[in-house]
């Protein structure tokens, strides 16, 4: 079948039915929600294929034997400017542009267990994800102040500034702004809030 091609060997697969009563099947994967079809005459590959911590499922309220999946698009990400140079050219997507919608996906499941159990590892995966990734965010924001710190401290000493501060016009030497009024990791990691 379809999904037997797309779908890691080892990993449990949850038949259902999607949009139109196609044939398809929740593929129970540790760090991605993989949706296959099922039927001979779908097309090979996966239907939906994307991190579970950009998904938010929920029991259909009117159909306890369905699941109302939401998807929320990709972050917007950073785009090399059409000269194709290294790092220095890369260029944030425009404010300006409006914020792609989350894809809306319901699935029928054969019974309740079957729905509850994909419901289940849904929910557990995206909150195991958002940690991982949480807290790879938070390693990676104490290691750059660590190296700016190190770095303004090198600067003060090559300077004589004696402090080991940075003097950015004006600003008294110490931890970036964001630091001293209270950053958050919430506030950089926008992307992650509930759907």
């Given amino acids: 079948s379809a999904a037997s091609a797309v779908a890691p060997a080892g990993v449990d697969q949850v038949p ?17 929600l993989l949706v296959t079809a099922l039927s001979p005459a779908a097309s090979e590959g996966s239907i ?13 309220a009117k159909d306890p034997l369905a699941l109302c999946l939401r998807v929320a698009p990709a972050p917007a990400a950073a785009a090399p400017e059409a000269s194709g140079r ?13 914020a792609p919608a989350a894809e809306e996906v319901r699935l029928r499941f054969p019974d309740a267990s079957s729905c509850a159990r ?9 909150a195991r994800e958002l940690r991982r990734l949480t807290g790879r965010l938070a390693s990676f924001v104490e290691r750059s102040v ?19 501060g940075l003097l950015v016009s004006g ?8 630091v001293r009024q209270g950053f958050s990791l919430p506030m950089l990691f926008s992307c992650m809030t509930p759907l």
Wanted: contains cysteine.
């Fill in 146 to 164: 660590a190296e700016a710190s190190a770095a303004a401290a090198l600067a003060g000493r090559i300077t004589g500034g004696g402090t080991g």
């Fill in 86 to 98: 290294a790092w220095g050219a890369m260029k944030a997507v425009p404010a300006a542009l409006p």
């Fill in 16 to 32: 259902c039915t999607g949009p139109a009563g196609a044939r398809w099947a929740v593929a129970l994967h540790p760090s991605l």
């Fill in 118 to 126: 994909c419901l289940r590892h849904l929910q557990g995966g995206r």
């Fill in 171 to 178: 600003e008294a030497p110490g931890p970036p702004a964001a």
């Fill in 48 to 60: 939906l294929n994307v991190p579970l911590w950009r998904v938010a499922a929920a029991v259909d």
